[in-house]
């Protein structure tokens, strides 16, 4: 088995080349290459996952290069974890909205269309790609913003499957909490990337007992503070909302916060430069402790799951994933891509049956949803109108004045990445 990880000199490649050196049973990769233009981190980063492979005893061998063609070439399935403009990109996303009162983020409003724009049509470039030398390659895409990404790939006719690791963090969360192991813990997981709600959390598999309003009473503060969200929210709702939704619940004081801090982007760019230097170490033969802060986890046993289900060499059959809604959401398209449990094997992934959604959270799914079928079109055509419209679609912006600044500001900060602008 071959697997390519495209953004393979990312800091975050170590916590999945555990993963894959942990689970090789579950995955057993004979050849894994990792593709990055920039070979500087990527050699540093390749040289930490030869000695992570060694010292765990895989046999697999691992190829570094910055030739894409190469790099995928023959692969059985292509991960994409890339980030177009990198870290500067990104502190442009998280910053800029927030002179328009917006948030500045980089998966959701005025940020999260830009990266959308940057990434859409180099995805797509490296899919055709694949396609060329593999046509039967499943691609796994990793690359915010997932919904969107992977929306494109699926209407360009590519197999693909989205994944983040939101759900499977709460799965082990709340595995702790209950103290069983997380094969026990289902998660009634509904909604968009990013825009999720557990409304369940069952003991046993999609039939059991719904322990949620038990971890509530018992851990609420817990979740709340690991939301940063307050306790009455969750409290009121009844269900946990992932992380990303208080952009939305409480998108005023997350505003007033942004603009007194430096931005998640700087922070990670110091991050990233401490951690390349430990992976410089000979001596470093596992994935640093520092790397739980850099983002991402569990992200690897997510993906070694996903990635064993489309290959068929085992791991879990039922996974949440980003695919097309296929009627489970009945108000949306069926050519929606929505985040949901699904029973994933060699042909895809089949969405399981999920109960009726409130309106509280179906309206704001829907809304969404509209905001990425407008977002998708602007990145597969280009033009301002396209882009204003998306922006003024969005929920977290939808005035006029607002759309109309914010247009100007995300073409001017991305112009060397948007070929019609």
């Known amino acids: 088995m071959k697997l390519a990880v495209v953004g393979g000199g990312s800091t975050y490649t170590p916590e999945l080349i555990d993963g894959f050196a942990r689970l090789r049973d579950t995955l057993p990769i004979e050849e894994l290459v990792l593709v990055d233009p920039a070979t500087d981190r990527l050699e540093l980063v390749g040289g930490l996952a030869r000695r992570i492979f060694a010292k765990q005893g895989h046999p697999g061998r691992i190829v570094t290069t910055s030739d894409l063609d190469a790099g995928v070439a023959d692969a059985d399935a292509v991960l994409l974890q890339l980030r177009v403009g990198g870290q500067a990109a990104r502190n442009q996303d998280e910053t800029w909205p927030l002179e328009c009162g917006c948030i500045g983020q980089e998966t959701t409003g005025a940020g999260g269309l830009a990266k959308a724009l ?41 197999k693909a499957v989205g994944l983040c690791n939101v759900a499977i963090g709460f799965q082990r969360k709340f595995a702790r909490l209950l103290d069983v ?115 991402g986890a569990f992200y690897s046993e997510a993906a070694v799951d996903l990635a064993s289900s489309l290959l068929g060499s085992g791991g879990s059959a039922v996974q949440v994933v980003n695919t097309y809604n296929r009627g489970t959401l009945p108000f949306l398209p069926d050519d929606a891509v929505i985040e949901v449990q699904a029973r994933v094997d060699g042909t895809g992934a089949a969405p399981l049956a999920v109960p009726e959604l409130d309106p509280l959270y179906a309206g704001l799914i829907s809304h969404v949803t509209a ?40 073409i001017a900060h991305n112009r060397e990445h948007l070929a019609w602008a």
């Open 118 to 158: 940057r990434t859409v049509p180099v995805v797509l470039d490296i899919a055709e790609r694949v396609r060329r030398t593999n046509p039967n390659a499943w691609i796994i895409d990793f690359t915010n913003p997932v919904g969107i990404v992977t929306r494109a790939l699926l209407q360009a006719g590519h």
């Open 181 to 295: 192991t997380p094969d026990q813990v289902h998660l009634d997981h509904v909604g968009l990337n990013h825009l999720t709600w557990e409304l369940g959390v069952r003991l046993g598999g999609p039939d059991g007992e719904n322990v949620l309003p038990r971890l509530l009473a018992e851990h609420g503060d817990a979740i709340a503070d690991d939301l940063r969200m307050p306790r009455a929210i969750v409290d009121r709702l009844g269900v946990v909302p992932s992380y990303y939704l208080r952009y939305f619940y409480t998108h005023d004081e997350v505003v007033r916060e942004l603009g007194t801090k430096p931005s998640r982007a700087a922070e990670v760019a110091a991050m990233e430069k401490e951690l390349l230097a430990m992976y410089g170490d000979p001596a470093l033969d596992e994935k640093p402790a520092l790397l739980a802060k850099r983002g």
């Open 371 to 410: 905001y990425e079928d407008l977002a998708l079109e602007a990145a597969l055509r280009g033009g301002r109108d396209r882009v204003f419209k998306a922006l003024l679609a969005h929920p977290l912006i939808g005035q006029f004045e607002y759309a109309e600044a914010l247009t100007d500001k995300l």
